[in-house]
């Protein structure tokens, strides 16, 4: 069963306000089962879940200065949304924070383009860095799915009894 028409429109109601639009698909990711990614996918159970977060986070903010975001920082965001999405980084804490970014940073002098920390790609740098954090995240979800599939395949061929 799909969400109802007043959940898709509350949904993105939120999202536009609080300016997370362009996470949209990770965000719907993580509160569905099936790890769909359109929010049209989701049951009613996984919108209302998403919409009460949002509206929480959305408390949070309310007690907050508004914070512009440069487009820089959107990128840099995007990084850790696809991070959290892959699992790499984990928690919503001030040390889980502090250790997610040295872990991306980490990531970054070792294995990204340039080799530098996330802090020090400039905003013409930060595109390309992007890409290659969605190559990573294709890879990722492309290697879960074969895995998957190979485990079903010798499933199947355990109950047919030609498992090896």
Same mark, same amino acid.
Do not use: C
């Given at each position: 069963? /799909? %969400? #109802?028409p007043?959940?898709?429109?509350?949904? +993105?109601?939120l999202?536009?306000?609080?300016? *997370?639009m362009?996470y949209?698909?990770?965000?719907?990711?993580?509160?569905?089962a099936? $790890?769909a990614?359109s929010?049209?996918?989701? !049951?009613?159970?996984?919108?209302?879940? *998403?919409i009460? +977060?949002l509206?929480r986070? $959305?408390g #949070?903010?309310a007690?907050?200065?508004q914070i512009?975001r440069?487009p820089a920082?959107? %990128?840099r #965001?995007k990084?850790?949304?696809?991070c959290? !999405?892959i &699992?790499?980084?984990e928690?919503?804490s001030?040390a889980?924070r502090? %250790?997610?970014?040295?872990k991306?940073?980490?990531f970054c002098?070792?294995?990204s383009y *340039?080799r530098?920390?996330l802090?020090?790609? !400039?905003?013409d740098e *930060?595109? /390309?860095l992007?890409s290659?954090?969605?190559?990573i995240q294709? +890879?990722?979800?492309?290697? /879960?799915l074969?895995k998957?599939?190979?485990?079903a395949v010798r499933a199947?061929l355990?109950?047919l &009894?030609?498992?090896r």
């Open positions: 069963m /799909k %969400m #109802r007043e959940q898709n429109r509350r949904l +993105h109601f999202l536009n306000e609080l300016g *997370l362009d949209k698909a990770e965000l719907v990711e993580q509160y569905s099936t $790890k990614t929010a049209k996918e989701l !049951t009613p159970q996984e919108a209302k879940a *998403l009460e +977060h509206e986070s $959305k #949070r903010q007690n907050r200065p512009q440069t920082e959107k %990128m #965001r990084i850790f949304a696809i959290y !999405t &699992g790499w980084i928690g919503e001030p889980d502090a %250790m997610n970014r040295a991306i940073d980490s002098a070792r294995n *340039l530098k920390p802090n020090d790609y !400039t905003l *930060l595109p /390309k992007v290659q954090f969605e190559q294709r +890879h990722v979800e492309k290697s /879960k074969s998957e599939a190979g485990q199947v355990a109950e &009894g030609l498992n």
